[in-house]
């Protein structure tokens, strides 16, 4: 749609402007957009020649999204088509064609960002910042010469990239990581993905879909460690369906290069496989930026220490993004670039969010907002669950998904909304009209009392507040929380 490209410039035009953000991910393209509409002078600079967006357009978000999709949308047909269709149609499955659509969609995506930038008159320059002073910086880009520029205002916002262990060898065909896992000339027979977070798993789901021979290892005891334990063990069925195979408590002891192939020494096992794709943990791009030297806190993963309003130990230099740490979502990394320029610039200060939801896009998908279950235990907050299986659902039924489960977590007293935690098809839309509630202060009395359209998954919501109110008054006769 949006295929237009204009090249970024060599070199400012100005010696000083309002704001300088380094980097062009979400929480750099959300902090310049936001700044120039209060028609503060904006300089982005980016250290790639020609490419805005980083890891959020080209190596991560967009692009593995766009092919799960496409994977998620055959294997959804399964339950009206059967089995063999669904085989037939990945044994066909062009992998050249899926990658290729990936590509387009990131490249759309980045049009569509410089059609931001050009409209709201924002300068993108290429070339590496690092810090002369608190109010300069150096700009090195390609060609090796620099110059200096000047800012009232920084914003750091330059993300984050794999971490890559010494001792694992990366060659970028055999043993691989997130940024490199999509360059695969051709899919592999055989998989062992090291890591069982939000990447780890969301690759899992896409090769297995392929009809990849898929390991997901993992040091720790489950997948998914921050999430509700109760909706990552219906995801664990429904990937172990697919035919992904999953090893807890498994250390990675030794990676070599064996031929064609690599051999993997676990714990309690050694695997031999055609591709190891390393998705344990990321590092902050924060180093040789001069930080330290401005007394700057960084920690041993690159993380940069921020204040509620994003500010570091310097209160005009913001940072935002993977390079402060979790929860480093596209979506919050936006806010809280966003955020920075409002509380810069604007005379109207903002509270960033203190509820936003996570999606997980696994096949099916898990999404959450609030406290888990094991964490409202450990506070000691008296709760009651509420739940809505798919399967209770028409439309569950329709669409074939018996694993999908809606959780709520409701205030025994109050009736508020204290968590939401969902597994299952399009878990990470309907998130939001609980998220709408939380924000709101609803109580779980106005879920019973909403009609929804029929069938739809959104049902699931009022079945759970049934579920959970129907637990503090058995005998039907549901009443409002005292303060209602």
Same mark, same amino acid.
């Given at each position: 749609?949006?295929?237009q490209?204009?090249p970024?410039?060599?070199? %400012?035009?100005?010696?000083e402007?309002?704001?300088v953000?380094?980097?062009? $991910?979400?929480?750099?393209?959300?902090a310049?957009v936001?700044?120039?509409?209060?028609?503060?002078t904006?300089c982005?600079?980016?250290k790639?020649p020609d490419?805005?967006g980083?890891?959020w357009?080209h190596t991560?978000?967009?692009p593995?999204?766009?092919i799960?999709e496409?994977?998620?949308a055959? /294997?959804g047909?399964?339950h009206?088509?059967?089995n063999?269709?669904?085989?037939?149609?990945?044994?066909?499955?062009?992998t050249a064609?899926?990658?290729q659509r990936?590509?387009r969609?990131?490249s759309d995506e980045?049009?569509l960002?410089r059609?931001?930038?050009?409209?709201?008159k +924002?300068e993108i320059?290429?070339?590496?910042a690092s810090f002369e002073d608190?109010?300069?910086i150096? @700009?090195?880009?390609h #060609?090796?010469?620099?110059?200096?520029?000047?800012?009232?205002?920084?914003?750091i916002?330059?993300g984050?990239r794999?971490?890559r262990?010494s001792?694992?060898?990366f #060659?970028?065909?055999?043993v691989v990581?997130?940024?490199e896992?999509?360059?695969?000339?051709?899919v592999?027979?055989h998989m062992?993905i090291?890591?069982? $977070? =939000?990447?780890?798993?969301?690759? %899992?789901?896409?090769?297995?879909?392929?009809?990849?021979?898929?390991v997901?290892?993992d040091s720790? #005891?489950?997948?998914?460690?921050?999430?509700?334990?109760e =909706?990552?063990?219906?995801?664990e069925k429904a990937m172990t369906?697919?035919?992904?195979k999953?090893r807890f408590?498994?250390?990675?002891?030794s @990676?070599?290069?064996?031929?064609?192939?690599?051999?993997?020494?676990?714990t309690?096992?050694?695997?031999e496989?055609? =591709?190891?794709?390393?998705a344990a943990?990321?590092?902050s791009?924060?180093?040789?930026m001069g930080?330290?030297k401005?007394?700057?806190k960084?920690?041993?993963?690159g993380? +940069?220490?921020?204040n509620?309003?994003?500010?570091t130990?310097i209160?005009?230099?913001?940072?935002?993004?993977?390079?402060i740490?979790?929860?480093?979502? %596209?979506?919050?990394?936006?806010?809280?670039?966003?955020?920075?320029a409002? /509380?810069?610039?604007?005379? +109207?200060k903002?509270e960033?969010p203190?509820?936003?939801?996570?999606?997980?896009y696994? +096949?099916?998908e898990?999404s959450s @907002?609030?406290?888990?279950?094991?964490?409202?235990?450990?506070?000691g907050?008296?709760?009651? @669950?509420?739940?809505a299986?798919?399967?209770?659902?028409?439309?569950?039924h329709?669409?074939g998904?018996?694993h999908?489960?809606?959780k709520?977590?409701?205030?025994r007293?109050t /009736?508020?909304?204290?968590g939401?935690?969902?597994v299952?098809?399009?878990?990470?839309?309907?998130? /939001?009209?609980?998220l709408?509630?939380?924000?709101k202060d609803? =109580?779980?009395?106005?879920?019973?009392n909403?009609?929804f359209?029929y069938?739809t998954?959104?049902?699931?919501?009022?079945?759970? %507040?049934?579920?959970a109110l129907?637990?503090i008054y058995p005998?039907?006769?549901?009443?409002?929380?005292p303060q209602?």
């Open positions: 749609m949006f295929s490209k204009s970024i410039s060599s070199k %400012a035009t100005k010696s402007y309002d704001m953000v380094i980097g062009s $991910g979400p929480a750099g393209i959300q310049a936001q700044a120039a509409k209060l028609k503060k904006v982005i600079i980016e790639i490419r805005l980083g890891a357009i991560g978000t967009l593995s999204k766009t799960r496409s994977l998620e055959i /294997h047909i399964r009206h088509a059967g063999g269709w669904v085989e037939r149609v990945i044994q066909d499955l062009s064609k899926l990658y990936a590509q969609v990131a980045e049009a960002v059609r931001y930038t050009e409209k709201n +924002i320059i290429n070339g590496f608190t109010h300069s150096k @700009v090195t880009p #060609d090796g010469s620099s110059y200096s520029v000047k800012a009232k205002v920084f914003v916002a330059t984050s794999p971490r262990p001792n694992v060898p #060659d970028g065909w055999r990581d997130s940024d896992i999509l360059k695969l000339e051709s592999p027979k062992l090291y890591g069982a $977070g =939000v990447i780890g798993c969301e690759y %899992a789901c896409i090769f297995g879909a392929l009809g990849v021979d898929t997901l290892v720790r #005891d489950r997948l998914l460690a921050t999430c509700d334990a =909706v990552v063990k219906s995801l369906e697919m035919g992904v999953i408590k498994q250390d990675l002891k @990676v070599k290069p064996v031929g064609p192939k690599v051999s993997v020494e676990l309690d096992d050694k695997i496989t055609d =591709v190891l794709f390393f943990g990321r590092i791009n924060s180093e040789n930080l330290e401005l007394g700057i960084i920690n041993e993963r993380i +940069i220490a921020v509620d309003a994003f500010q130990d209160p005009h230099i913001y940072a935002a993004g993977d390079v740490g979790p929860p480093a979502l %596209a979506a919050t990394s936006a806010q809280q670039g966003r955020f920075c409002l /509380h810069a610039f604007a005379t +109207i903002s960033f203190k509820h936003f939801p996570i999606g997980v696994t +096949i099916p898990l @907002v609030g406290p888990t279950e094991e964490q409202l235990k450990e506070s907050v008296d709760y009651v @669950v509420g739940r299986y798919y399967y209770e659902l028409a439309r569950g329709i669409m998904d018996h999908g489960i809606l709520l977590l409701i205030d007293k /009736h508020k909304i204290l939401i935690h969902i299952g098809e399009d878990a990470a839309n309907l998130v /939001h009209i609980g709408a509630f939380m924000l609803g =109580v779980a009395n106005d879920l019973i909403m009609i359209n069938p998954l959104a049902e699931a919501y009022r079945i759970a %507040a049934f579920n129907n637990k005998d039907g006769k549901i009443l409002l929380p209602v």
